[in-house]
């Protein structure tokens, strides 16, 4: 037990460490620093929509003005050269029905990734990819992807995650995740980061119990789902919490009993969330809490994800300084 707190206690370190980097990391006078008043503003790079090749991800949060992103893994293993399955989504769900010849194409797949995944070569790749945003001034504190869910899986998607510089991998909030998602960020020596959307509008949720599941366990907690789905201000919920808060989404919401339209996604400054109120609590306090834009909210006519995470950025810095 006391080996494992003190792995805990190197992440927690970590992830303080990764955030500093995140005001140094490029070089010269023209170096991106979204981290204001040591407050680091992020975002996740989902806000960039359809943006998804990942050079055109990187210079997204560049022109964004992002100094750290959670970085979405959606088609990075493609972009760094895995074997492509040739079995699509909708096959998979009834592989029974696969004929002979897509099968033993799967097969010969599965046996493909799992050598491309083993290989200190793809490791190496991870390394330069985690490089290649640095040297850009960019820096993923978090990732979102798992490879699958058996444990051979979340213990490679660890190490994919630890190889680009993150602090651990984040997932939705519930029993089973934060039960084996959990004891993989803990064999890593690394953080299991919950998202929420609804769930805290639910009678029968117990976030206390998801975090004792396992000491890893941390939320990626959005404040924008918080707020529309109960009504209540997250200031108080962060002020308990924040201790096991790696991270937040930040979004500006109606509230759950808006007569207008409840629960809507609006641009920042137009909503009801207290975005101004979370960012100056965690400055005033100095917590160690990654500060995520994520962009839900509809783009106007002219403008695009990026102009609009911009916009973002730039409320949250006039929030902070």
Known sequence: MKYKKIKLIFSILAMAV????????AEGQDAINSNYGGVQIGAITYSFRTIREVDAVLQ????????????????????LGAPENPVSRREMRNPDELSDEKKEALKEYQEGIISWRNSEETMNKYAALKKKFNDAGVNIHIYKWEAGSSDEELDYSFKVAKALGAIGITTEIGEEACTRVGAAAERAG???IFHNHAQFGKEDFDVDKLLAMNPA???NFDIGHYFGSTGKSPVAFIEKYHEQIASIHVKDKTGKHNEVKADFNMPFGQGETPVNEVLQLIQKNNWPIYCDIELEYKIPEGSDAVKETAICREYCKKALL
């Open 18 to 25: 990764v955030m500093l980097m995140s005001s140094f990391s």
């Open 190 to 192: 690394m953080v299991a």
């Open 217 to 219: 366990n941390r939320l």
């Open 60 to 79: 997204a949060c560049v022109d964004a003005g992002l100094s750290s992103v959670e970085l979405m893994g959606t088609g990075i293993e493609a972009y």
